[in-house]
């Protein structure tokens, strides 16, 4: 599975838009971008994925770049409950379905 | 909506205690995970079933660590003895069937684990 690279942490003001990016070079064809978040003390929770084309759904959008390297995931109106961290994982579609997780982009939404 | 149950949800052992955690996934799931999260990481696959079978167990630590789910429904993970490294959340997931690319996990609220 390819890698992913995160920034450490981000701010953001509640009743913002939050733009969470989210770095995979080395990504092929057949793998798929999966954003899941974690709020504190809790288990990861699903947000979105996508293969090429941009995705939307009642949580967040992501953008994937033409050349599939990056992607952003967009919380387009951010809450004081959206502070979590923000995990970025790309999974082959053959892959047995195991998330590789890595450290992640802690978001502090801030009052 | 139906969720993935974990139990309990916090267990406090002393060092070379045997500790199990129990897990029941979504109703129909066939595939099951159990992850390790220590403080401060990302969660780290422990062991996959799909039904009763063990799918991947690669990085379960086999001298301590068991696991089983005999009717292919709920499973439970087990550490004996347990060490002060062992110290971690561990996460269930279940999801519809591996081989359904765009199906999803769903996470537990998982069992936060103290060795002292």
């Given amino acids: 599975d390819a890698k992913t690279t995160q920034p450490t942490s981000m701010d953001c003001a509640e009743g913002r838009a939050a733009n969470l990016p989210c770095n995979h070079s080395t990504i092929s064809g057949n ?55 923000y995990y970025c994982i790309v999974t082959k579609s053959s892959n047995t379905g195991k998330l590789i997780f890595g450290q992640g982009t802690t978001l502090q939404v801030k009052p | 909506e139906a969720e993935v149950a974990q139990s309990p949800r916090y267990k406090i052992t002393e060092k070379s205690q045997a500790v199990a955690f129990w897990c029941d996934p979504i109703s129909g799931h066939a595939t099951l995970y159990w992850y390790r999260q220590i403080l401060g990481q990302g969660p780290e696959l422990l062991v996959q079933f ?48 591996w081989g359904k690319v765009t199906d999803t996990q769903y996470f537990g609220p998982g069992t936060r684990l103290t060795v002292l």
């Fill in chain 2, 50 to 97: 799909q039904d009763e079978s063990v799918v991947d167990d690669s990085q379960l630590p086999k001298d301590r660590f068991s696991a089983e789910r005999l009717k292919g429904v709920d499973s439970t993970l087990k550490i004996q003895p347990a060490e002060l490294g062992d110290s971690a959340m561990y996460l269930c997931a279940s999801r519809t069937h």
């Fill in chain 1, 31 to 85: 793998e798929y971008v999966y954003w899941y978040r974690q709020i504190h003390s809790q288990g990861p929770q699903y947000i979105i994925h996508g293969l090429k084309n941009n995705e939307t759904n009642e949580m967040a959008s992501l953008i994937i770049t033409e050349d599939r390297k990056s992607s952003t995931l967009i919380l387009p109106h951010a809450t004081l409950r959206d502070t979590a961290v």
